[in-house]
């Protein structure tokens, strides 16, 4: 089926992601200004971690044989959700943070607040993709002879 188009879509997306956010972050470093150094530096922090966790999706998928990817869907889902709340987590944790006195800590928190929104975003599309791949599969699934 799709799965695995699917986990290569979603690690392309959070690679291309993972890229725009280390060169951000480190463009940032050259400023003097104490908001957008801080927020360099969370971004190319999460840029980083973005990073490894597309290349290990990337590399660690396998295509499936049709009978194991509702299995697949089902756990890829959950993942997904799940990262999905932690998202919203982090959007809280950096709105705390961007209220905080002094520029350095608002910069951290900012760039929090953003790598969480587009996160959020990202896992959102995603799992409502798998969950539509899995009701394909399980309808296929179904109406086997």
């Not at 463009?27 to 104490?34: E, G, R, S």
């Not at 957008?36 to 990337?58: E, K, P, S, V, Y």
């Not at 905080?100 to 928190?109: I, K, L, M, S, Y």
Request: with cysteine; proline share 4%.
């Amino acid at each position: 089926m799709q799965l695995r188009a699917l986990q290569q879509a979603l690690a392309f997306r959070l690679m291309l992601w993972s890229l725009l956010s280390i060169a951000v972050g480190l463009l940032l470093q050259k400023t003097a200004l104490p908001f957008w150094r801080a927020f360099g530096q969370q971004t190319a922090g999460w840029g980083a971690i973005d990073g490894a966790i597309a290349l290990a999706g990337w590399r660690g998928g396998t295509q499936s044989p049709p009978a194991q990817e509702l299995p697949e869907l089902r756990m890829l889902s959950a993942l997904l959700w799940g990262n999905a709340l932690l998202d919203l987590l982090y959007i809280a944790v950096g709105l705390l943070l961007w209220r905080q006195a002094g520029p350095t800590r608002r910069g951290h928190g900012a760039a929090v607040v953003l790598q969480g929104l587009f996160l959020a975003i990202l896992d959102w599309v995603h799992a409502r993709a798998t969950a539509q791949l899995e009701k394909q599969c399980k309808d296929l699934h179904d109406h086997k002879p």
